[in-house]
């Protein structure tokens, strides 16, 4: 019985390191803050070219549009398990003076994917190809100032906790001292806890848990926001050595040393002891509210308002009026409708339910063209890039073969 648990297990462990992990990570920081240097160092290779990452404003706009740009990474691990890594990046954000369409931005992407899902479970014949889109972790980058978070960093963590697992990183911890990192650190989390941001803590069942686990899950909770330093160069040390580091007057310095940086124990725990545990919290505790507050019309902020009867509760929760827009209207909004069609205003009738499905509907339609749209203006853009690039290649073509005529004329 036992040579047949193997067998089966070498053979799961086999078409497991065929089909390989499909892991999605988002990265947001404002420009400036490292965000393409530690995509880079995280995936060990260059994928984000670092120039083109920095978005300015145009002659005619004040305001910088933020983008998300996807790129996909194959990685392998010791044991020859694949890890397909989807990076998100996302250049603008935080660079403009309003930064409240870069925030719905993010925040469609993220319901998008989990519509994707809803829609394809709710196919009679689901496509086998189907890939799984939802984004598994953020990556915040904040921007150590020495007085915690800022207003923006709240906002997003309160409007995207219960969407996604926001992971609070502090990059270029190279430019603090050991002293001031954990200041920051400890005013980061001060911040986290006074205003009940929604993070990914590394939660565990305390009752079903193994000492090694807790232990684990303990250090990475004091470890929160994780310091990282990155680099997009390799020093050749010796034959045998190279490292990825930052060259200084003073000497070398690794981004990989344990003492000076949490970069390993992020990378870690995002790609080896956590990678499942992410996922499994994505699919099994957000989607499922996400789907929950689709297919019932309750939204995260009405059981909040709900269960506290106050509008403190309002402040705490995360969701907020660009959620509410994008998700079912509260039961009484429905009744109002209802009672200015009817002349009754008697709330849970059937008419009453049928229509607040309509509406959510209606804001779910409303939501979806305006990330189309959205959508469509990026392409239009990148068309328009397409060509000019073209024409540049054109011109360039046309020089060579004038020079090249002149220099055989001349002969």
């Known amino acids: 019985m036992s040579g047949i648990i193997e067998a089966s297990s070498a053979l799961r462990k086999r078409k497991h390191l065929k089909r390989g992990i499909n892991f999605t990570v988002m990265v947001v920081g404002q420009s400036g803050c490292g965000r393409s240097t530690f995509i880079n160092t995280l995936c060990g290779q260059q994928v984000v070219?670092?120039?083109?990452?920095?978005?300015?404003?145009?002659?005619?706009?004040?305001?910088?549009?933020?983008?998300?740009?996807?790129?996909?990474?194959?990685?392998?691990?010791?044991?020859?398990?694949?890890?397909?890594?989807?990076?998100?990046?996302?250049?603008?954000?935080?660079?403009?003076?309003?930064?409240?369409?870069?925030?719905?931005?993010?925040?469609?992407?993220?319901?998008?994917?989990?519509?994707?899902?809803?829609?394809?479970?709710?196919?009679?014949?689901?496509?086998?190809?189907?890939?799984?889109?939802?984004?598994?972790?953020?990556?915040?980058?904040?921007?150590?100032?020495?007085?915690?978070?800022?207003?923006?960093?709240?906002?997003?963590?309160?409007?995207?906790?219960?969407?996604?697992?926001?992971?609070?990183?502090?990059?270029?911890?190279?430019?603090?001292?050991?002293?001031?990192?954990?200041?920051?650190?400890?005013?980061?989390?001060?911040?986290?806890?006074?205003?009940?941001?929604?993070?990914?803590?590394?939660?565990?069942?305390?009752?079903?848990?193994?000492q090694e686990d807790y232990d684990t899950n303990t250090y990475l909770r004091s470890t929160l926001p994780f310091s990282v330093i990155g680099s997009n160069e390799v020093y050749e040390m010796s034959p045998e050595l190279t490292v990825r580091g930052r060259k200084y007057p003073w000497g070398m310095l690794d981004v990989e040393d344990a003492t000076i940086s949490d970069f390993v124990v992020l990378r870690n725990a995002l790609l080896i002891s956590h990678l499942h545990d992410l996922k499994d919290y994505t699919h099994e505790i957000l989607y499922e509210q996400y789907r929950t507050e689709a297919l019932s019309g309750e939204t995260n902020t009405e059981r909040s308002l709900n269960a506290t009867g106050n509008a403190a509760a309002s402040m705490a929760s995360p969701q907020t009026k660009q959620e509410s827009l994008a998700s079912p209207r509260m039961p009484a909004v429905a009744g109002a409708a209802d009672e200015a069609a009817s002349g009754e205003g008697a709330p849970g009738t059937p008419r009453d339910t049928y229509l607040a499905r309509e509406e959510q509907i209606r804001l779910e339609e409303e939501r979806l063209r305006a990330f189309e749209e959205r959508v469509q203006q990026e392409l239009v853009l990148k068309r328009k890039e397409l060509l000019q690039r073209e024409q540049e290649l054109r011109e360039i073509e046309e020089r060579l073969e004038r020079e090249a005529k002149l220099k055989q004329e001349a002969v």
């Open 49 to 210: 070219d670092t120039s083109t990452t920095v978005m300015l404003p145009t002659d005619t706009a004040h305001e910088v549009e933020l983008q998300l740009r996807e790129e996909t990474v194959e990685l392998e691990d010791d044991e020859g398990v694949k890890i397909q890594l989807n990076i998100v990046d996302t250049p603008g954000f935080g660079d403009s003076l309003d930064n409240s369409p870069a925030f719905e931005v993010v925040s469609d992407y993220v319901r998008h994917q989990y519509d994707e899902i809803l829609l394809e479970e709710s196919r009679v014949r689901r496509n086998p190809r189907f890939k799984d889109g939802r984004v598994h972790c953020c990556l915040y980058m904040v921007t150590a100032t020495g007085h915690g978070l800022r207003e923006m960093d709240v906002e997003f963590m309160r409007r995207l906790g219960h969407l996604v697992n926001i992971l609070p990183v502090i990059s270029k911890a190279d430019s603090l001292t050991p002293e001031e990192l954990k200041l920051n650190k400890r005013l980061i989390m001060e911040d986290i806890e006074r205003y009940k941001l929604p993070i990914y803590n590394f939660p565990f069942d305390e009752d079903d848990v193994s």
